[in-house]
T-cell receptor, first 113, second 115 residues
Framework: QQQVKQSPQSLIVQKGGIPIINCAYENTAFDYFPWYQQFPGKGPALLIAIRPDVSEKKEGRFTISFNKSAKQFSLHIMDSQPGDSATYFCAASIGGNNRKLIWGLGTSLAVNP | DTGVSQDPRHKITKRGQNVTFRCDPISEHNRLYWYRQTLGQGPEFLTYFQNEAQLEKSRLLSDRFSAERPKGSFSTLEIQRTEQGDSAMYLC?????????????FGPGTRLTVT
């Protein structure tokens, strides 16, 4: 049972385009939603994260949009560059002491020059 | 380098052998996590430490797996009697753990191949 559903599985855009990656969840106890970027052979790197009390957060070229009622959140990458080509994961965690992350299956992004 | 480090980066072992991985978290972080990632999948939670206490273990962590964090600093993950299904990337992450501070920072991972 996939608690965090991510789409699309893969995405190809041209340089300067705005790829959008979507995630949906069912568990309303989730209260923290990070996005990670992973290059081949490397560990995931935290990009940006959001809490459910805000609907949008921007950091540089990365924006998270959050829709609490729809239980969906998405990552937008503005002015995408070939160096952004990587796998992107959404994740979620539940309030409490542990904070273990529940992950989506990932989106492989290719930005063509 | 003040990030999370893991050793070794790659390990090839024969089925039935024991292996041990090490993780050094960011020095002031009191929370440490182990995850496993197979090709084309997102990471899956294995276990979690707060300081030296192991507070949660996933059902994925069979009795062949053991993890320790003896002094609340570095951690080790041991797999006994390895099986081919254990082949994966083993990721370690750490976080500060103060109220409201949830960010987990990951190491580069240890890639295990069981032949």
């Amino acid at each position: 049972q996939q608690q965090v559903k991510q789409s699309p599985q893969s995405l190809i855009v041209q340089k300067g385009g705005i790829p959008i990656i979507n995630c949906a969840y069912e568990n309303t106890a989730f209260d923290y939603f990070p996005w990670y970027q992973q290059f081949p052979g490397k560990g995931p790197a935290l990009l940006i994260a959001i809490r459910p009390d805000v609907s949008e957060k921007k950091e540089g070229r990365f924006t998270i949009s959050f829709n609490k009622s729809a239980k969906q959140f998405s990552l937008h990458i503005m002015d995408s560059q070939p160096g952004d080509s990587a796998t992107y994961f959404c994740a979620a965690s539940i309030g409490g002491n542990n904070r273990k992350l529940i992950w989506g299956l990932g989106t492989s992004l290719a930005v063509n020059p | 380098d003040t990030g999370v480090s893991q050793d070794p980066r790659h390990k090839i072992t024969k089925r039935g052998q024991n292996v041990t991985f090490r993780c050094d978290p960011i020095s002031e972080h009191n929370r440490l996590y182990w995850y496993r990632q197979t090709l084309g999948q997102g990471p899956e939670f294995l276990t979690y430490f707060q300081n030296e206490a192991q507070l949660e273990k996933s059902r994925l962590l069979s009795d062949r797996f053991s993890a320790e964090r003896p002094k609340g600093s570095f951690s080790t993950l041991e797999i006994q009697r390895t099986e081919q299904g254990d082949s994966a990337m083993y990721l370690c992450a750490s976080s500060w753990g103060l109220a409201g501070d949830y960010e987990q920072y990951f190491g580069p991972g240890t890639r295990l191949t069981v032949t």
